[in-house]
T-cell receptor, first 113, second 114 residues
Framework: EPEVTQTPSHQVTQMGQEVILRCVPI?????FYWYRQILGQKVEFLVS????????KSEIFDDQFSVERPDGSNFTLKIRSTKLEDSAMYFC???????????FGSGTRLTVV | AQSVSQHNHHVILSEAASLELGCNYS??????LFWYVQYPGQHLQLLLK??????LVKGIKGFEAEFIKSKFSFNLRKPSVQWSDTAEYFC????????????FGTGTLLAVQP
């Protein structure tokens, strides 16, 4: 079964540093997403991406966040200057259609110290 | 604002017991409804989804869910749970229209005792 792959599985970074979380969506999927889950809280939508541009973003997705599809296979989330409250599990997802069920990756646990 | 409520935060059952996890959402228009499962240390996996048609939806691993529009509910059921069903279960809603984002509930942690 096709999978969404995320790397690294766990990243520790110092406050103020930039991090890039990487994702390889399923190859024939066209819609890409980032979600996050702070420990003990619900999974929250960050951003959706289609046709090489952001199609929707949440209030959480402020100027310190950016997404990119640098080539035909990767989809990245960059956090420019990390804060303690950015510590969370970040999930990438992709879907073939906008209204379909997603396939999620296994997540990157980001710890900001 | 749209929201999803899962009233059972932690459920403990013995093997072979029946399961019902509640999910209610607040949105008056057309919705797509999902249940995801997250086994320990693994990613979110789609259990089942409802878009239209028969309100009783069957998913993988013997799970089913019933959409009751009048109650804004999409409860998950399984007649007989197994130890391997121990996981966290998330209900999610996508409202109709241009948005593709999912709104998740807080999750229900299910522990099945052998």
């Amino acid at each position: 079964e096709p999978e969404v792959t995320q790397t690294p599985s766990h990243q520790v970074t110092q406050m103020g540093q930039e991090v890039i979380l990487r994702c390889v969506p399923i190859s024939n999927h066209l819609y890409f997403y980032w979600y996050r889950q702070i420990l003990g809280q619900k999974v929250e939508f960050l951003v959706s991406f289609y046709n090489n541009e952001i199609s929707e973003k949440s209030e959480i997705f402020d100027d310190q966040f950016s997404v990119e599809r640098p080539d035909g296979s990767n989809f990245t989330l960059k956090i420019r200057s990390t804060k303690l409250e950015d510590s969370a599990m970040y999930f990438c997802a992709s879907s073939a259609e906008g209204a379909g069920g997603y396939t999620f990756g296994s997540g990157t646990r980001l710890t900001v110290v | 604002a749209q929201s999803v409520s899962q009233h059972n935060h932690h459920v403990i059952l013995s093997e072979a017991a029946s399961l019902e996890l509640g999910c209610n959402y607040s949105y008056g228009g057309t919705v797509n409804l999902f249940w995801y499962v997250q086994y320990p240390g693994q990613h979110l996996q789609l259990l089942l989804k409802y878009f239209s048609g028969d309100p009783l939806v069957k998913g993988i691993k013997g799970f089913e869910a019933e959409f009751i529009k009048s109650k804004f509910s999409f409860n998950l059921r399984k007649p007989s749970v197994q130890w391997s069903d121990t996981a966290e279960y998330f209900c999610a809603v996508r409202s109709g229209g241009a948005t593709n984002k999912l709104i998740f509930g807080t999750g229900t942690l299910l522990a099945v005792q052998p």
